[in-house]
């Protein structure tokens, strides 16, 4: 996949504490600096114990600084300087003590000091926590987190699994790719807080027999890029998904199914307690009448079998019809005339919204180009009618639900 500049203008400060998650950081620069960032590494003596500054300066391109008694900076003090430049700190990896010593607001080191000095308004404070098990559900230091989050520090993680004392359960750190979705996360506009967001995605399966059946050549990806930048936009986000082998974005809740029927099962009794409804998913129309118990078998048979086929329910135009539905978007995706056929949807669906795309031009594909046609208006996007890759479209396409969700009386 092509690397996306989303970071691009940003500077980061990546702060790592004493543990051996720190060999991670190394490629957590590589991937900040991909993206864009120009990263300066700040370390504790700690973290020098697992990893060398050299390392980081080699991969950031800058020198990393260890000391507040640095007198590199003009005014000679680097915490002042290292904490204005920034448009976010990440520590990473944040251990107990340096967790602890946050909540104390103590500064007897170049990092927390650079933590503390931060003008809060404008330089956001990250930390991924990594520890043992027992260090990080310990009372004190989920006492720690608890007021880390009150002060307006985002936690990310950390993770269960194995960890490097060979035990096993919740505190691994992020992986880097993980810290860097979540660091980009953190820049978009928070345009759906306090939103609840459904959104259907991918194909569905609809089973002729035991390894046999019916779907389409739908990806997922334009319904998981919309769950992602939901979430991104600060949206609590449901995906419900057919067979797809696409991660789950982070922070999102997924719930996979196969078949339209599980689908609409799935969907329809969560709709009520969702804001929005987002139906990207392709759905199948139909479905075999029948399901054989055993595959069918070719030997012996002269003619090939035929199938009676029978409707699936529409999950859309259900919601749509519930009694107090959600803000419906329908997906149209479409061979040819893209606009009549929207508008057409629009009126047999019963909803606000249809999002207009070309089919062939986009199953499987990383970008796309939307068309937005209501009741009375259409719209383009991008606004060139060119393309642009899903995630930056379903960014765009939160933009404009938020706007329409604002002018709606809230219910
Ligand atoms: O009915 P049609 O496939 O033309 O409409 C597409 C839109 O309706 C998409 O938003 C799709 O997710 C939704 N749909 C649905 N249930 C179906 C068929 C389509 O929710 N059975």
Redesign the pocket.
């Known amino acids: 996949m092509s690397v996306r500049a989303d970071l691009q203008g940003r500077h980061i400060v990546l702060g790592l504490t004493g543990g051996i998650a720190c060999y991670k950081s190394a490629e957590l620069v590589r991937l900040l600096t991909q993206a864009g960032a120009t990263v300066q590494v700040v370390m504790t003596e700690g973290a020098q114990a697992f990893v060398t500054p050299l390392t980081f300066q080699a991969l950031s391109g800058r020198p990393v600084y260890t000391s507040q008694w640095d007198n590199r900076p003009d005014n000679n003090m680097a915490h002042i300087q290292l904490s204005r430049e920034a448009d976010a700190i990440l520590v990473a990896p944040a251990t107990a003590d340096f967790l602890a010593r946050l909540v104390q607001g103590r500064a007897d080191d170049l990092l927390s000091l650079t933590c503390l000095a931060r003008p809060r308004g404008q330089c956001a404070l990250l930390v991924a926590p990594a520890m043992n098990r027992e260090m990080w559900s310990h009372p004190a230091t989920q006492r720690n987190v608890r007021q880390l989050c009150e002060d307006g520090t985002a936690v990310l993680g950390p993770a269960a699994g194995d960890q490097a004392c060979g035990e096993v359960g919740d505190g691994r750190m992020l992986e880097p790719a993980e810290l860097l979705e979540a660091l980009i996360a953190h820049f978009q506009p928070k345009c759906l807080s306090g939103r609840r967001v459904l959104v ?1 995605a991918g194909p569905t399966f609809e089973p002729i027999d035991p390894v046999r059946g019916i779907t389409n050549l739908s990806s997922g990806k334009m319904g998981f890029a919309i769950a992602r930048a939901a979430r991104e936009a600060g949206a609590q986000v449901t995906l419900v998904a057919g067979p797809v082998h696409l991660p789950t974005p982070q922070g999102v809740r997924r719930l996979d199914v196969q078949t ?1 029927r599980q689908m609409c099962d799935t969907v329809v009794p969560l709709a009520g307690e969702h804001d929005v409804f987002i ?7 139909w479905r075999p009448a029948s399901l054989s118990e055993h595959k069918i078998k070719k030997e012996g048979k002269k003619v090939a079998p035929t199938f009676e086929l029978t409707e ?6 259900t919601v749509a019809a519930l009694r107090s539905p959600p803000y419906c978007v ?4 479409e061979s040819e005339s893209l606009l009549e056929h929207a508008r057409a ?1 629009l009126t047999r ?1 019963r909803v606000p919204l249809i999002v207009g795309n070309l089919g062939p031009a986009t199953f499987g594909k990383d970008d796309n180009a939307l068309l937005l046609v209501d009741a009375h208006t259409h719209r383009a996007l991008p606004a060139d009618g060119r393309h642009a890759d899903k995630l930056s479209l379903a960014r765009e396409l939160m933009q404009e639900l938020a706007r329409r969700l604002n002018q709606e009386p809230k219910a």
């Open positions: 259907t339209a139906a990207t998913a392709a759905v199948a129309d699936n329910p529409d999950i859309l135009a329908g997906f149209a995706a949807k669906k």
